[in-house]
């Protein structure tokens, strides 16, 4: 466990309706078992996965020493999850790299997103990595203020290429 600390007790009016009572938030490493929790959630963030590729990427990640997977779990739910990774760059060295994050919907603005942050942050500087990026989608207009909040600053816009091979060449 990560961490262990934090309820809605403070925030009453976000309790999520499937909540009845105060519940512990837990950030706690991923394990297998979290796969649908995370694949419902990556469906939120526009990449529905059915949970069985999911669960075969997510062992292929949890298998690696540089990456971290880490889930925000509130009353046995995933209502969270992040993944951080490092990266080495030829001409500019090793950094850890978000690579993704998502909050349930109904449980934003309660501090879940800072918490998953904060985390691999901790992760990251035990790695001894002094720099953390994202590169965050610039529809995704709610993830730019909360990046400046945890105080990333915004260093360049670019453009995103991509191209699809013909494996049956
Ligand atoms: C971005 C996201 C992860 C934030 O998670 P969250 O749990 O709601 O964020 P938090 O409650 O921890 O907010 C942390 C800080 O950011 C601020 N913040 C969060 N969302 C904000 C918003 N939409 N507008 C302004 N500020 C915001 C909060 O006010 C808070 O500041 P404070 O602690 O100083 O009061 C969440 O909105 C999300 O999952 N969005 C969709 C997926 C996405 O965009 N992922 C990022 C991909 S790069």
Known sequence: MVELEGTYAHRPDRIPR???????????????????????LSGELGYPVAVETLADRLDRVLARVGDVVLVAEAGGDVVGWIHGSEQEFLESGSRCELLGLVVDARQRGQGVGRRLVAAVEAWAARRGLELVSVRSNV???????????????????????????????
Not at 18 to 40: C, E, F, H, N, Y
């Open 139 to 169: 529809a995704r207009a709610e993830s730019h203020p909360f990046y400046e909040r945890l105080g990333y600053a915004r260093v360049k816009t670019q453009h995103a290429y991509r191209k699809r091979l013909d494996l049956r060449q």
């Open 18 to 40: 499937a909540m009845s009572s105060v519940l512990p938030l837990a950030i706690r490493p991923a394990t297998p078992t979290d796969a649908a929790g995370i694949a419902s």
